[in-house]
């Protein structure tokens, strides 16, 4: 890779991605393990170039990261405490691992400018975690899916980001219906189900439940779910786009 | 004023206040005449210094321009499409408005950083409209309160920023109870039921209105107000702390 133009970005201005996804009827989101020393966690997140708008730079962070494009995303809020500076600790870290590795890349003017304080827009994303080929970014071992009630401590503010993005979840997903975008396209009107109570974590009784996303209007009926037991099987439904 | 230093604040990003108030049944937004030429209007905002948080910048910027502290204030969303460079025609009056002015204040360095593009975050505050004693930032000719439907065209995209605003207030009014901070400390239900309407451009009838609101037993009811008829005068409300 060629030399880290600090001209390039916006100084001081950092995008960070709470990338959920569902499985095994869990919330989960999509975190980095750095390479820059033990145990050290944090959201996948990048600048912003000089020529792009900002949702642009997300949607660009979101497809180097998951190979997808056209992914449902959503800013929810800025975090910048002027302890947003990356803590001493771990600054020291961060500037000894780009010492050393390249100098062509980093050079010490890019070195201060990357460890400076940075103000970070948060996006949530919500992917079907089954498409995304995870990607991992420069000082990164890798990626990995974590249940959003087993998340490791991370870096900077990053778990609170996180909590910030799913309250902004549970706001959204009943008035704007994006919990769609976490579902393979077909789907049972139990795995419907099992998402919202993954996301509200509360359980909501079926015949209410089923009665209400139908009563949207925005789901198609297909055919039944083979299982074998025909006369028991699951209808299919798709998101009407 | 001294040199304006542009080491002491983050470089490309702004914050931008959408001021809510309400009188005479409508809800206004504070906003400023600038100098720069005729017809010029925008939302009163300002930087954020190195050694603060992005929300104390924004409750500094407030009390300088509002002359209150502890403002109901909230950030909403960030703006930050690469033609959120200052116009060209703008950004020519801006330069040569800075240029004019005076030199120990704004160098070359500071106009261009001035004239730069910039990221904003946006706030909107609530406030009692009759305790505001409105203070002009450099390069405004004076502040106004304009009805939300009768903005003028404001510069950048301040309009779209206002919309973004009214929004949000819609969003939080009921389930965060915030109105209250564009209400004098006492109140008749009518003016509740007023302001709500003015928020949401619809009417709400009165009984089920008063119904919900005294359910949620958030009010003290005082005495009641004095109109000289005694027997149909209203219940006098305070917001319970």
Redesign the interface.
């Known amino acids: 890779m060629g030399k880290f133009n600090i001209e390039d970005y ?4 950092s995008i960070d991605c709470v990338i959920f996804g569902y499985k095994n009827k869990e919330l989960k989101v999509l975190i980095s393990k750095l390479s820059y020393g033990e145990n050290l966690w944090s959201l996948p997140g990048g600048y ?1 170039l ?6 642009e730079a997300a949607s660009r962070i979101l497809r180097e990261r998951t190979g997808l494009d056209n992914i449902y995303l959503e ?1 929810f ?6 302890d947003r500076i990356i803590g001493s600790e771990f600054r020291d870290l961060v500037r000894a691992g780009l010492r050393n590795f390249d100098s062509n890349r980093f050079d010490d003017e890019a070195i201060d400018w990357v460890t400076s ?1 940075f ?1 970070c ?1 948060g996006y949530y994303a919500l992917v079907d975690l089954n498409k995304v080929e995870p990607r991992i970014g420069e000082f990164e071992e890798f990626l990995k899916w974590v249940s959003i009630d087993e998340l490791p401590n991370m870096t900077h503010d990053h778990n609170k980001i996180v909590a910030a993005a799913h309250k902004a979840l549970r ?1 959204n997903l009943d008035e704007k219906l994006i919990g769609f975008n976490l579902l393979p396209e077909e789907f049972t009107m139990r795995e419907v189900k099992e998402l919202y109570e993954a996301v509200y974590d509360r359980e909501f009784p079926m015949n209410n439940f089923q009665k209400k996303i139908l009563g949207l209007n925005v789901l198609e009926r297909l055919g039944k779910k083979f299982t074998g037991a025909q006369n028991r099987a699951p209808y299919l439904y798709r998101f009407k786009k």
Do not use: Y
């Not at 916006?10 to 201005?13: S, V, Y």
């Open positions: 916006i100084a001081q201005l912003i000089q020529t792009e708008s900002i949702d800013q809020r800025a975090f910048g405490g002027p304080r103000v827009i706001q």
